[in-house]
């Protein structure tokens, strides 16, 4: 599937070669790949800054080590692998000197930056691999390609809940938005032991909000009929949540966040909303709140989002909704867009794709 131009719609499937390798490098076939909401960005035109056109798209993959290059020692043909999706890094910046690759100003991620995983083959660069060894981990055993494919979600909610929030056990915490990222970020939530965790949607969402409560959702509030002020009053006995992580995008979540959340608390932003900012900062300052961009993912993330799928600790398998072949790209597209879909995986496992037949 390749995005050849940058414009709405410039997406199709095309015949391309099978990646060359060299004698550094892998090459990984691919069994699952994921539908993220940035691939639908992607074919809607936007996020341009982001591509490198012509590029296979697919940045959520997993797959096997079909070949690799004779001087690779670390990796062996047969190996189940996931990637971070890093292509490229340059290795010589602050960022790749203290670790935070994903942070290089020359990175190049894996389906926009470079091709990625809507095909059969990728490729990995030698390079990357002295650089950066850790952009691709082992799959265990008894994880499923599936499973592994969508842990680029799982390890963005970790980074924000986690490594950018100072919740603590038994703190409220806050989720807007019930997509894949909101969902996630009320399973790590619930492994971080906070007391109430609150979800929050709009009427449109109400079985993603029942998916809430099963994944761990003590309370949910749908804010287009309910008053969000008052149901937080009364949940948090005006006490406040310390932490809010607005997973739905839109501004005007930022001004609900600010209102409700803690003196001193803090709200991490990880949707996307490309229209101004209309508001008054000045709240921020009044009440000592922070708004931190989220960015990402780092190998603590994956390591540990990894170790937690293992273990049993997080549900992936619960939160795909549907199995398509790459040619019915279309469609899973579009049943992102409707919502009907929360995760898709393009997978050639016919026993897969017997579970969610397309009409």
Known sequence: MVKYGLGKGE?????????????????????AAGICGSDIAYDNGEHPNHLNVPVVLGHEFSGVIAKKGKNVKKWQVGDR???DNTGYVCGECFACATGKYLMCPERKGIGYGMDG?????????????????????????????????????????YKAVVQESSIMPGEDIVIFGVGPLGLFSVQIAKIMGCANIIAVGLEADKERLEMAKKYGATHTIMSDVENLYERMDEITEK???????????VNLVVKQAIKIVRKGGEIIKIGFDKR????????????????KGHFGYDY??????????EIGKVDMKSMISHYIKLQDWQ????????????????TKDNNLLEKTPLE
């Open 117 to 157: 995983g809507f095909t059969d083959y990728v490729k990995i660069n030698g390079d990357l691999l002295e650089r950066n060894p850790k952009s691709l981990f082992r799959i265990p055993d008894n994880v499923s390609f599936e499973e592994a494919a969508i842990l680029d979600p799982i390890c963005n909610a």
């Open 300 to 309: 603590e993330s994956w390591k540990n989002c990894l170790h937690l799928l």
């Open 276 to 291: 101004p900012y209309q508001e008054s900062l000045d709240d921020l300052l009044d009440f000592g709140i922070t708004v």
């Open 81 to 83: 692998v996931v990637s």
């Open 331 to 346: 469609k899973g597209f579009e049943l992102v867009r409707s919502k009907q879909a929360i995760k898709i995986i393009i």
């Open 239 to 249: 006490e406040k949540p310390r932490v809010i992580i607005d997973a739905a995008g």
């Open 11 to 31: 997406t199709e499937l095309r015949e391309v070669p099978e990646p060359e390798i060299g004698d550094d490098d892998l090459l990984i076939e691919v069994k």
